[in-house]
C-alpha cells in the first residue's frame, strides 16, 4: 500500500498523476474514465488519488492547465525566433487551432456535460484567455515597430481577433453532439482559420 508523500516528492507524484490522466483523457476521455482506473494505472490506491485531487473534475481542471503552460511556452519560444509578425500570426492561429483540439479530444463530453463542467473552468479560462491576449499584443507591438502593422489600441485589437478566432470553432462545436474533432473536420477549421487569419492581417496593414 503507497503512502502520502510530503515536499518534493508530493510534487513529483501530483505530475506523475496529471500525466497519466492526460493519457487516459486523451484515449478515452473524461466521461468514459474513472478515478479507478487512473489509480490502476499508478498503481496507487483510490484513497490516495483523492489526497491529491477530491474529483475527477479539478483532475481534469488540472490536466487543462498543464496544456495550456505548454501551449503558452511553445509560442512564446516562437516569437523570440520568428521576426515576420505575419508569420507569427499565422503561426499562433493554426497553433492555437492545434491545441484546441487537443483540449476537446481529451474530454469528448457530450455538450450538455461540457455545460455542467465548465464553471468551475471559469478562473482557469480568464486566466488563459489573458495570458493569450499578451502573446498577440507582443505580435502586434512587433509589427508596429517594424512598420508592418498600423494599430491604435492593441489591447482591443488583441481581444477582438482571439473573440472572432472563437467565433470560427463555436460554429463547429456548437453543430456537434459530442466534443469531439475529426480530421475533416479540422482541415476545414484549419482552413477557415487561415483564411481570416490572411484577411485580418490586410486589415492590420492599412493606416
Known sequence: MDT???GKEKSVRIQMIIEASQRRFGRYGIEKTSMREIADDLKLSKASLYYYFPDKESLYKAVVEKEQDEFIEKISERILSIKEPEQLLLEYSIKRLSYFRTLLNLSR?????????????RDTIQMFKEKEKEIIKRIFEKGIRTGTFFIEDTDQTAALFLDLLKGIRITLVNEKETLFIEQEEYDLLLEKTLAFTN???????YK
Open 109 to 121: 463530453l457530450r455538450l450538455e456535460a461540457f455545460t455542467g463542467l465548465k464553471p468551475g473552468f
Open 199 to 205: 484577411v485580418f492581417i490586410k486589415g492590420l496593414k
Open 4 to 6: 502520502i508523500k510530503s
